[in-house]
Structure formats: structure tokens, C-alpha cells
């Protein structure tokens, strides 16, 4: 039987050595402390599970929902990106709910790509984001993940040297892996170039809400006229700690997500009817259920970066988001990502992510994500540090200062 053309296009999937050594660790009994995927662990908070019960409990709401989202869920994503970022949206036509910001992702690079279509694409970034495309049948071009100067020049070479002209490009901040966040003036300077080259702007705001300094994140929204050019995805999965529940919007642009729910209208009836209630509930609370998420992953964020550090490992301190992207030490640097994560399950039983899963660019770092305790997180670190020491490098491990 020959190869299906689509899969032919995907590579192997670079996590499964990793996973494939954590299973077999597992099966065998073995305590891993698991940091590679960015699998909530906390549970959802207390009121919107109640939500649900109450909701699920009326039969009328068992039937098919619609695609689009219910209209009170609509309105209170509206409600909530104009309390947020203070960006006005018809919850009629500049708003969708999706199941998961990921597959709203997928769905719209279907809705716009068309054989051959050239999109930019940073390195590296989540996978979704470059084999959304790839799957439709698109080119991907890399650019830089870094929000500042140096974000341009890269950016109008590959639209110089781009043939096709790239129709879109690709936003992710706070970025995952990096935990790179961008500022209102970039979102502008991006939109200008999007309109003057006549791009489309996909902007991934699934972390919006974790973040560790005074200012939180922006959205792309909030620049005039970016509604022209751009669609944005969240998520209620980290937020609201509601991963499994499978809700996300696409918001912005009425032709781009008119394009979206056309595909969608083929595909699915959207997520069951109660956890749509529950979402709109959560959106509608006084954010002291984010707030607490929120501190959570800070606290976490901390113990990781003094505990790591003191283990022998350079850790940047990410700005937002729930991952830390650690470059892998330079005496382990022939490994490469996949290798060096694979010692780290068979010596240290500790998984993290192989950060060449985000990119080529990504093969000298490894991802840790912040879904274990306090306690999990240093115990992970102390196994790890024996490792470093046991691998004859000591003289390159010594303990240093976190920064904070």
C-alpha cells in the first residue's frame, strides 16, 4: 500500500523515544517525576465543576450544540477580552469557540492554505503552529521567536525571497517554549508590516493569564486596525486549569473566522453543551480562580529556577507561561535534545521535553514544564544534579546563584 500523501509531510514524532523510555519506566514501577508535557495537574476550580453537574443534569442540554459556540459562552469571551485588554468584539462575528485553542489552530490554517502557500513561522515554537500548515498543504518558512529589532530583518528577507509571496505569519507570546513575551509597540510595529505586506496575523495567547511580572501580557487586538489583519487563540486550559474540558476561541477578523467556521460547520457540533456553560460561568467570575492558578505556577516557577540553578543548570527565568527552556550544558551538547532527555529518565528519572520537538533550533535546549509540586519539582533537581556530577564533568556543574 503506498504512502498517504499527508503523512508522508510529518516527520517521526521526535517525543516518542522520550515517551517510549517513560513508559517502560512507568510499567516497570519506576517513581518519574514527569516535567515534559504541559499537562495542567491542578484541579478545576470548585465552581465551575459545580457548573457543569448543574448543567449536564438537564437532558435538553445533551442534544448537538452548535460549532461556533453557544451565545452566552460568545458574549462572556467578549465580556472578558473587553475587561482584559480593553479590545471591543461582536460576539456575533468576532467570536468562536473552538475545542481547544489547538484545533481551532489546525482548523484555520485548512480555512486559508492552499497548496504550495508559504506561512512564517517562528523557531521554535509549539509544533501545531508550523504542521497546522504543513498539513494543509503549506510551506513553512522559519523566523525568529524573539519580540524585538532583531525580529524584522529575518522577517522581510523571507518576504523578499519568499516565492509564493508568504500569506500569513505566526505569533506566539507568551511564547511557548521560550516564555518570550511581546509588548504592545512590537504587536504594532507586526501589524503595520502585516498590512503593508498583506498578511494575515495568527496570534497564540494561550498563556495570557500566567504570568510572573507586574504587567500582564497584551494582545494583539489592542492595536488599531489590527482586527483588519489578525485572528487570536486562547484557551481556557491553563487559565482555568480545564485542560481535558477541550474549550478555545478564535477572535479578530470576521472574514478569517467566517473561513474557520465554514470548516468547522464540516467537522464538528462543538464541545457538549454543559462544559459551553461552565466556560461562559468561569469567564463571568471575578478572576480570583486565575489569580490563584496564577500564584501557583509562580511559586513553582521560583523553586524550579533557584533548585535547578543550584543543580548545575543554566536557567533562564521564563517571564510568563509554564515551562522553563533550559540550554542543555555544554559537555552534554553532542547528545543533542533527545539524548540528553533520554539520560535524564534513565539516570535521573526526571522527563523533561527534547526542545528539538519545537524546532531545529530548539535541539540545544530542553523544555520543563511546571506540573509537578513544590517538592516534586526539587526532588527532580537534586536527581538531576547527581547526575551532572556523576557524568566526571563536576568542574562545569558547580553550584551557582539563582537569579531571581
Not at 499537562?39 to 442534544?63: C, F, G, W, Y
Not at 517571564?319 to 555544554?330: C, E, N, S, T, Y
Amino acid at each position: 500500500m503506498a504512502d498517504f500523501h499527508t503523512i508522508k509531510r510529518l516527520p517521526a514524532y521526535v517525543f516518542e523515544p522520550v515517551n517510549r523510555l517513560k513508559e517502560r519506566a512507568l510499567a516497570n514501577g519506576v517513581d518519574i517525576i514527569d516535567l515534559g508535557m504541559g499537562n495542567p495537574d491542578m484541579p478545576t476550580p470548585p465552581a465551575i465543576v459545580e457548573k457543569l453537574r448543574e448543567a449536564v443534569m438537564d437532558p435538553r442540554s445533551h442534544r448537538y450544540s452548535t460549532s461556533r459556540g453557544i451565545a452566552d459562552l460568545r458574549r462572556a469571551q467578549a465580556a472578558y477580552y473587553a475587561r482584559r485588554f480593553g479590545v471591543k468584539l461582536n460576539p456575533e462575528t468576532e467570536v468562536a469557540a473552538t475545542l481547544g485553542s489547538k484545533e481551532g489552530f489546525a482548523n484555520m490554517a485548512q480555512a486559508i492554505t492552499a497548496p504550495g502557500d508559504v506561512v512564517l513561522c517562528p523557531n521554535p515554537t509549539y509544533p501545531i503552529h508550523p504542521f497546522g500548515f504543513i498539513m494543509a498543504g503549506g510551506v513553512v518558512r522559519s523566523i525568529s521567536g524573539l519580540p524585538d529589532d532583531t525580529f524584522f530583518g529575518p522577517v522581510e528577507r523571507a518576504i523578499r525571497h519568499s516565492i509564493p509571496k508568504p500569506i500569513a505569519i505566526v505569533l506566539n507570546y507568551p511564547a511557548n517554549p521560550t516564555g518570550h513575551v511581546a509588548s504592545v509597540d512590537f504587536y504594532k510595529d507586526v501589524i503595520a508590516f502585516a498590512r503593508k505586506h498583506h498578511l494575515i496575523v495568527l496570534s497564540d495567547l494561550a498563556y495570557a493569564e500566567i504570568y510572573f511580572g507586574d504587567e500582564p501580557p497584551p494582545s494583539v487586538l489592542q492595536v488599531n486596525g489590527a482586527a483588519e489583519v489578525a485572528v487570536e487563540f486562547t484557551t481556557m486550559s491553563k487559565a482555568f486549569a480545564m485542560p481535558g474540558w477541550r474549550l478555545g476561541f478564535a477572535v479578530g477578523n470576521e472574514r478569517l473566522l467566517a473561513a474557520l467556521m465554514r470548516v468547522k460547520s464540516y467537522l464538528d457540533y462543538g464541545a457538549f453543551t454543559p462544559i459551553q456553560m461552565a466556560a461562559a460561568a468561569a469567564l463571568e467570575g471575578d478572576g480570583s480562580e486565575i489569580a490563584e492558578i496564577r500564584s501557583i505556577y509562580r511559586r513553582r516557577r521560583d523553586v524550579l529556577v533557584e533548585s535547578f540553578t543550584e543543580a548545575g543548570l543554566e536557567v533562564p527565568p521564563p517571564d510568563a507561561g509554564m515551562f522553563a527552556w533550559l540550554p542543555i550544558p555544554k559537555r552534554f551538547s553532542d547528545l543533542g535534545s533527545i539524548g540528553f532527555s533520554k539520560r535524564l529518565i534513565e539516570q535521573a528519572n526526571v522527563a523533561v521535553a527534547p526542545g528539538i520537538g519545537f524546532g531545529d533550533q530548539g535541539d540545544n535546549h530542553i523544555r520543563v514544564a511546571l506540573v509537578e509540586n513544590e517538592q516534586r519539582i526539587r526532588q527532580a533537581a537534586a536527581s538531576i544534579g547527581k547526575v551532572l556530577l556523576s557524568a566526571g564533568h563536576a568542574a562545569d556543574f558547580k553550584p551557582k546563584p539563582a537569579s531571581r
